[in-house]
């Protein structure tokens, strides 16, 4: 003990602890090369994993370089950034999130950001630039080691379904060159297919939590007999509605949502314990008590979807009048 007591520590005789470089936080940042640079010295080498599947890198021609990434509410917010604004449709509050599709227990998950080189103008752009992304955040750009993108276009024409193809990337062309190659009324065109195939997909994910109720009662043994046939009717009459959703059924739903909600209140009442048992459960919460967000998004969806189809024009106005080489967007 007499020697440990007598021994000095590094810090208190002044030496320094001999940190590796590559611990330094920062080191090394003189060495960096944007992303052009990198591209003319042939550093963005493709990667191909045993699969055969281009995850990211791109091909020599035309590389795809993984950018930030953002906690975005949608694909219709990742896609279409302030596309709002141009609208002049004012957003609601996001309704709450209550799970992730990779998991469970988080809330959000981050969108991945990818920047393009464009074939066409040489310049590096985001992918929304090019009308082209998954519209799942779990997904990620994926085309072949032959450079064949897969992308996705509309099966129907009202947009209920999409399919996916494939495109060689390079064949892309960012929103400025097909206005400067193709013409202004192409460009909508174009813009006005990917605005939907979002949309679309956007406003199915809300309706889905308006009236996704139906599966998640189902899973619950309530232990309430006197309440089973209540509970059946809200059930029964939940089941009926499908397809898009109209200002109709919506009314509908939303006269369930406080039909349970009340039910509920009495059951809880008698159990409860059940309040510790639906708060772990955040869809039917979100159903009870967030109805009114949820409604209110899926009805801001619907104007930004009257408002492009009045007047398509403001899609190309949208794209043209902002820099897609810069991330200051989605701030």
């Not at 979002?198 to 809300?206: D, E, M």
């Not at 006197?226 to 029964?236: A, K, S, V």
Request: glycine share 4%; net charge neutral; with cysteine.
């Amino acid at each position: 003990m007499a020697k440990l007591e007598g021994r000095k520590t590094r810090a208190e005789s002044g030496e320094a602890w001999p940190v590796p470089d590559e611990e330094r936080c920062g080191y090394g940042r003189r060495k960096r090369r944007c992303n052009e640079c990198r591209f003319k010295e042939r550093a963005l080498t493709p990667y191909i994993p045993r699969s055969g599947i281009l995850l990211e890198g791109g091909t020599r021609e035309v590389p795809i370089v993984r950018s930030r990434q953002l906690l975005l509410d949608s694909c219709f917010h990742r896609y279409f950034p302030r596309l709002a604004d141009v609208l002049h449709c004012k957003q609601p509050v996001f309704p709450p999130r209550v799970y992730r599709p990779c998991r469970w227990d988080e809330p959000s998950e981050p969108w991945t950001l990818y920047m393009i080189r464009c074939p066409g103008c040489e310049q590096w752009r985001e992918a929304y630039a090019f009308r082209i992304g998954p519209l799942n955040v779990k997904r990620t750009l994926v085309h072949d080691q032959d450079g064949e993108l897969k992308y996705y276009w509309p099966r129907k024409e009202d947009f209920t379904e999409v399919e996916r193809r494939t495109m060689p990337l390079r064949d892309l062309r960012c929103n400025n060159c097909v206005e400067r190659q193709q013409g202004r009324e192409a460009l909508i065109e174009a813009l006005l297919v990917w605005f939907k195939i979002v949309h679309g997909s956007h406003r199915r994910n809300i309706e889905s939590r308006l009236r996704s109720i139906r599966w998640r009662l189902d899973m619950f043994d309530w232990d309430f007999p006197e309440h089973e046939e209540e509970m059946e009717d809200i059930l029964r009459e939940n089941k009926t509605i499908d397809g898009l959703l109209d200002d109709a059924k919506v009314a509908e739903l939303r006269t369930q949502a406080a039909r349970f909600r009340e039910l509920w209140e009495r059951m809880k009442h008698k159990k409860p314990s059940l309040e510790d048992e639906i708060t772990e459960d955040g869809i039917i919460t979100l159903w009870m008590y967030h109805f009114s967000e949820s409604e209110a998004q899926w009805r801001w969806l619907l104007a930004c979807l009257a408002k492009v189809e009045e007047n398509p024009g403001l899609l190309a106005d949208w794209a043209l009048n902002q820099d897609a080489g810069s991330l200051e967007w989605w701030a």
